[in-house]
């Protein structure tokens, strides 16, 4: 059977995204705030890779900042994602 991944994070779930940015020999650190409304997978590549684009994939969060803005991040190793506060139980 294949695995199906697991979601890491509940919708509804609010939380903070560090990422660093490399240009050259330079580094930025870029961080915002959220609730995340649901996590993916995107396809890595494009039309030069063929049939390959569709088999390699990163995984993706989507998350709605406090104005409303909707933000979609591709997540790899370098992706802190901290826990602000659990997402919030029907009841």
Do not use: L, N, S, T
């Given at each position: 059977m294949i695995p199906?991944?697991?979601p890491k994070f509940t919708p509804g779930t609010q939380v903070r995204v560090v990422q660093f940015v490399r240009v050259g020999?330079?580094?930025w650190k870029t961080h915002f705030e959220g609730v995340v409304e649901?996590?993916?997978v995107r396809p890595v590549g494009g039309i030069e890779m063929g049939g390959k684009a569709s088999a390699i994939r990163q995984d993706t969060i989507?998350?709605?900042?406090?104005d409303g803005e909707i933000t979609v991040v591709a997540l790899d190793e370098n992706t802190?994602?901290?826990v602000l506060a659990p997402a919030p139980t029907a009841g």
């Open positions: 199906i991944p697991q020999h330079r580094r649901k996590e993916g989507r998350i709605r900042k406090a802190d994602i901290e």
